[in-house]
Nanobody, 122 residues
Framework: QVQLVESGGGLVQAGGSLRLSCAAA????????MGWYRQAPGKERELVAA???????YYADSVKGRLTISRDYAKTTLYLQMNGLKSEDTAMYSC????????????????WGQGTQVTVSS
């Protein structure tokens, strides 16, 4: 059974916006922290944003002020609003769950989606 399904990626010009979505199975959405990782070719996986079950958020320094994470409990969907995109944001973006935001920052996660590609042209 697929637990996390991402969508919303695509090709956008630098300075543009995208909104990524991650539809989650109800059984895992409400009891976990959730977050967005990204990985570009030749680079390590990076946690860019995470949100706790209670709504506390974490952002990587490289995306603060440009990316906003949110979760909709009614739709059991996680979002990542991406504004002011830069070429260095080009990567495969995947959503994941974890027990807490801190465990997610440590690279420990539970469920993992298949990812959606974001490409920013300069």
């Amino acid at each position: 059974q697929v637990q996390l399904v991402e969508s919303g990626g695509g090709l956008v010009q630098a300075g543009g916006s995208l909104r990524l979505s991650c539809a989650a199975a109800e059984s895992i959405f409400s009891v976990n922290a959730m977050g967005w990782y990204r990985q570009a070719p030749g680079k390590e996986r990076e946690l860019v944003a995470a949100v706790s079950e209670g709504g506390s958020t974490y952002y990587a320094d490289s995306v603060k002020g440009r990316l906003t994470i949110s979760r909709d409990y009614a739709k059991t969907t996680l979002y990542l609003q991406m504004n002011g995109l830069k070429s260095e944001d080009t990567a495969m973006y995947s959503c994941a769950t974890a027990i807490t935001v801190e465990t997610m920052k440590s690279g420990l996660f539970g469920f993992w989606g298949q990812g959606t590609q974001v490409t920013v042209s300069s």
